[in-house]
């Protein structure tokens, strides 16, 4: 194999985003903790990868629209390579979307109608009852900060957390017994309603004929 190819074959197996994996555990999962949690959490990646598609659908039209009015064939190729990474983007950020939306879909089912002011307060309950087990069982006590924030919480929380504090034993139990959620595979084809919606609404802005 030539050089050519052989770099070829490396760039087409480069990852510029987060692996499946990472989506799952340390962006869903990590951040969120509780189920309300990943819901929250999923949701607010969802949203920001479909903006980005928004953006990204703009600069792809912008892109073909520079190549076709262009003649000068450095300037051609020089938006000839930025659609080309935009492409890659676009792919990037679908395969994002679909995951993130999978993640949403599960978990709301397992959420189902409950009040979601008290999935809040048990996300924040079960976040600092695992960051106390942590501390504890690192440290054997919990730290300034976290002292602080147990004050600021109601007192049956209060209680609840500080219950942490005791025993390294039962913190580490507690960690153990955290249920992380398999996501299966979802593909969802949103870039067409993006692609319509960018359209849609260039149709406002055009140039009015006086």
């Known amino acids: 194999m030539d050089l ?3 770099l070829k074959e490396f760039l087409s197996e480069a990852e510029t985003g987060h692996s499946i994996f990472q989506l ?3 962006v869903t999962i990590k951040e969120g903790l509780t189920p309300w949690g990943m819901y929250r959490q999923a949701l607010r990646e969802l949203k920001g990868r479909y903006n980005a598609l928004r953006s990204l659908v703009i600069e792809r039209i912008k892109a073909q629209q520079k190549i076709a009015k262009t003649k000068k064939p450095l300037k051609k190729v ?3 390579f930025r659609l080309e990474e935009t492409e890659e983007r676009i792919a990037q950020n679908l395969r994002d979307f679909s995951r993130f939306f999978a993640h949403a879909r599960h978990l709301k089912e397992l959420i189902g109608d409950k009040d979601r002011d008290k999935l809040e307060a048990d996300f924040w309950q079960e976040r600092l009852k695992i960051k106390a087990a942590f501390e504890v ?12 924030l147990l004050l600021s919480l109601p007192k049956p929380m209060q209680e609840t957390v500080s219950a942490f504090m005791v025993d390294p034993k039962s913190a580490a139990e507690y960690i153990d017994a955290i249920d992380v959620p398999e996501f299966k595979a979802v593909k969802v084809d949103i870039l067409p309603q993006i692609e319509q919606e960018v359209q849609q609404a260039m149709i406002g802005y055009e140039p009015k004929e006086l």
């Open 78 to 80: 020089e938006w000839a």
């Open 137 to 148: 069982m690192s440290t054997g006590r919990i730290s300034e900060s976290m002292s602080f």
């Open 24 to 26: 799952d555990h340390f």
């Open 4 to 6: 050519h190819h052989e």
